[in-house]
């Protein structure tokens, strides 16, 4: 008979990995899921200044690879599969990751989100020909090139900076006047002179064939459409949980996953932590700490089964 584990974890980010720290510190077999993109979202962020106990700030990448390497420490096992479906309802909950099946007696969901597009065909089209959600992976193909940034929250903000280390010119595109992203981020924008600020516009088609040659832009005030000749657009519109998997578990219309008892969702032995509950704060410290107290409620709630 298969090995059946204490708790398993269902994604790899500050999230995930958190709750395989405290987990298997708690003497807990842990086995976590990483999936395809082991480190979650912060492999594809730049410095990360405001994770708490790094004075010069923190490599994404470099963060989780230690998260990692801490859980691992106190017996984590790491598995780098796509969980392919879940039964919650069997006595011990049975995850298949394609042809293998594993089994645990609790599972915590920390499956995160993933970028928001655009929902327009030639995004499609011109996807990963001049049309990326990720300047750190993709920057570096727009040196001395003209690229846009979609977005007025902090990640735009972010991109729009990072990009200048390349890009002749950013043009950073948003629909509205007010700005989500923090007065920080938004000042280093604004003092930045590579970045040209376009407000109350909206992106109706991306022009090229092969490549991105420009964008049609949509006035929201005088309803006038416009051409933007550049090379490359970066979406940063926010994102969406990673949640469709999980059928018979509560969310909220947008797909967040719902606590109903702490950090338990409707499922008995079934935690969520992290961006696949929380559209509210979306840092890595919370998702940490959430991450944190979905273990500590699985460890109690185990102890309470027994
Ligand atoms: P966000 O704050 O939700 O901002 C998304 C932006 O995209 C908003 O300006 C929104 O416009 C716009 N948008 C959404 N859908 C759109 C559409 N279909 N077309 C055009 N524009 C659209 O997301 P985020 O910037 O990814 O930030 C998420 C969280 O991470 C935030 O809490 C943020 O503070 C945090 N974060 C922090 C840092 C940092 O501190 N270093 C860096 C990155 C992110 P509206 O404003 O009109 O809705």
Redesign the pocket.
Known sequence: MSKIYDVIVIGAGPAGYTACLYASRANLSVLCFEGWQPGGQLTT?TV???YPGFENGIDGKELMQEMRKQAAVFGTEYITKDVTAIDFAAPTKKVQAGEESYEARVIIIATGAKP?K??IESEEKLWAKGVSSCATCDGFFFREKKVAV?????????EANFLTKFADKVYLI???E?????KI?LDRVKANEKIEILTNK??EEVLGEQKVTGLRLKDTQSNETSELELDGMFL????IPVTQLFEGLEKDDQGYLLHKENTMTNMSGVFAAGDCVDH????AVTAAAMGCQAAIDAERWLEGQE
């Open positions: 962020t990360i200044e405001n928001r655009l929902g979609i977005g007025g929250g902090d990640s735009a903000m972010e948003h629909r509205r007010e700005f989500r992203a923090s981020m909206t992106v940063a519109i926010g994102h509210r704060y979306r840092q």
